[in-house]
T-cell receptor
Framework: DQQVKQNSPSLSVQEGRISILNCDYT??????FLWYKKYPAEGPTFLIS?????DKNEDGRFTVFLNKSAKHLSLHIVPSQPGDSAVYFC???????????FGSGTQLTVLP | NAGVTQTPKFRVLKTGQSMTLLCAQD?????MYWYRQDPGMGLRLIHY???????AKGEVPDGYNVSRLKKQNFLLGLESAAPSQTSVYFC??????????FGPGTRLTVT
């Protein structure tokens, strides 16, 4: 039973345009959401987060939106840059040690 | 400040062999985690630790054991490797309930 779903395995956008990556979840107990970025042959790195008491969090070119009623998050990157090409994971923490529950990821490719 | 390091980076085992993966962190984090990532999937939690001397099972613990004898180290052991354990293994650590810091990964192949 997948609690976190990223239904788009891949996304390609032109440099300078907006990238929108989506994440759906089923567990209404999730109260915090993190986005991680992963380059090949490297470990994931933290990108941006949002608390369930907010509906938007912005950090530079990155904005995450949370729609609790729909159990849906989206990560917006604008403008997209070739260096943003990576796999993006949605990962809410849960459990006694706040262990992360990862979605399957979306491979973003930004074309120059 | 090296962050989270993992040893080795690559390893090939034959079915039935054993090995230990070492994770070390120099950030004085209490929480440490072992994940595995298979193609087309997200990371799945194998075992975790909330402090020195403690360990707990995650989502996919079968075939693995762990130990946290020192706060800075978290060891993952495979007693009898199987081809299904071919994967990329990531260690992570954190000091709070939220952001985790990941190591570069260990690519393990079991033939």
């Amino acid at each position: 039973d997948q609690q976190v779903k990223q239904n788009s395995p891949s996304l390609s956008v032109q440099e300078g345009r907006i990238s929108i990556l989506n994440c759906d979840y089923t567990n209404s107990m999730f109260d915090y959401f993190l986005w991680y970025k992963k380059y090949p042959a490297e470990g994931p790195t933290f990108l941006i987060s949002i608390s369930s008491i907010k509906d938007k969090n912005e950090d530079g070119r990155f904005t995450v939106f949370l729609n609790k009623s729909a159990k849906h998050l989206s990560l917006h990157i604008v403008p997209s840059q070739p260096g943003d090409s990576a796999v993006y994971f949605c990962a809410p923490p849960a459990g006694s040690a706040r262990q992360l529950t990862f979605g399957s990821g979306t491979q973003l490719t930004v074309l120059p | 400040n090296a962050g989270v390091t993992q040893t080795p980076k690559f390893r090939v085992l034959k079915t039935g062999q054993s090995m230990t993966l070492l994770c070390a962190q120099d950030m004085n984090h209490e929480y440490m985690y072992w994940y595995r990532q298979d193609p087309g999937m997200g990371l799945r939690l194998i075992h975790y630790s909330v402090g020195e001397g403690t360990t707990a099972k995650g989502e996919v613990p079968d075939g693995y054991n762990v130990s946290r004898l020192k706060k800075q180290n978290f060891l993952l052991g495979l007693e009898s490797a199987a081809p299904s354990q071919t994967s990329v293994y990531f260690c992570a650590s954190s000091w709070d309930y939220y952001e985790q810091y990941f190591g570069p990964g260990t690519r393990l192949t079991v033939t």
